[in-house]
Structures are given as structure tokens and as C-alpha cells.
């Protein structure tokens, strides 16, 4: 079973999930970004109780947060924020402790919960929302059907090399390693 996680990290960095899985058991090495950003969703957590919808564009709807999901069919799990339930559609929405703009990992992230909900509440998704932390603002995410096989192909390409426990080539992004939990795992990047 691949979590949603995998989906995000694959396109940032594919050596993340290879280390996470095929690491000898031991506790995952935690930077201050990732506590950080733990702290910061529990923070959001609570305030989007209180909040109203108009940050989704929305005038109704019933929140449902901290919903897990799990899908044996597509062998995938993850924990959503946020569900929005409106009259018309269900809306996935992932909160985010990042100042910069929303990355293409972090849409196909969203694209994987958009599967996950498709598939627990039966009603198709249009479109999600990252909400920006620290800059209090809903981005929304078109959610196509492009995405939709993107996310397939990743969580093949993912087992695939899990299977053959192949070493994945590295980010091509070089300042991406400097916070990396992994980096001292990389002789061949530093």
C-alpha cells in the first residue's frame, strides 16, 4: 500500500520513497520543516472550524477534516485535510505550510486525494484546493484527466522500482537536498 505522501515526493525527489521503503527499519530522520509543518496543520486544523467558505468560493457546504482513505484498488492511502461536501460536488483540500507557489508535486498530490474521495464517496471530482498556511489563501487545482493518469503512471513506476530496489536517479534540483531528511544517504549529490 502507497500513501499519497508518495505520490508528492516522487516527482520532487524519487530517492525519498526509495528510502523510506527500502531503508533497514529504523525511525525516519526529522527535520525541523517537517515538525514545523506538523505543528502548523494542527494550528490550521483548529481555525478552519471557525472559518467560512469564502477562501473555496463558497457560500455552503459541510467540512470534514482529517479524513483518512484508503483504497485497495489503487493499493493507496492518505490522510486529507479537508473535504469539502457541497451541494453539487465534493472538494478535496490540503493545507500547505509553504511560502512559495504551489508545486506540480503538490497538484499531483492533491490529484491522488482527488481518487481517494472519488472512490469513498462516489461522486466524481472537479477540482481541489491547496490552502496556502501563511498566506491564508485557497489556490485552486483544475483536476484533469492528464493528472489523473500521471498519478497511475507514478504509482506503477513507484512499485516498479521498489521491486527491483533499484536506486532511483536523484532531483535534478540540487537546493532541493539541502533540508532533505535523506541527504547524507546521497554520496553521489553532495
Known sequence: MLTVSDVKQYPYCPRIVYYTYLLPLRARP???KMLE????????????ERRSLRAYGLTEGVRHLDVALTSERLGLRGRLDMIIEALSEVIPVDFKNSEGRVGLNHKYQL?????????????PVRRGFIYLVPQKRAQEVRISSNMRGWVHKALREIRDT?????TPAPTRVRSRCTDCEFRNL?????
Open 30 to 32: 526529522t527535520t525541523y
Open 37 to 48: 509543518g506538523k505543528l502548523e496543520h494542527e494550528r490550521t486544523t483548529e481555525l478552519e
Open 111 to 123: 490529484t491522488a486525494y482527488a481518487l481517494l474521495v472519488e472512490e469513498a464517496w462516489r461522486r
Open 162 to 166: 521498489l521491486a527491483r530496489e533499484a
Open 186 to 190: 546521497c554520496p553521489d549529490v553532495w
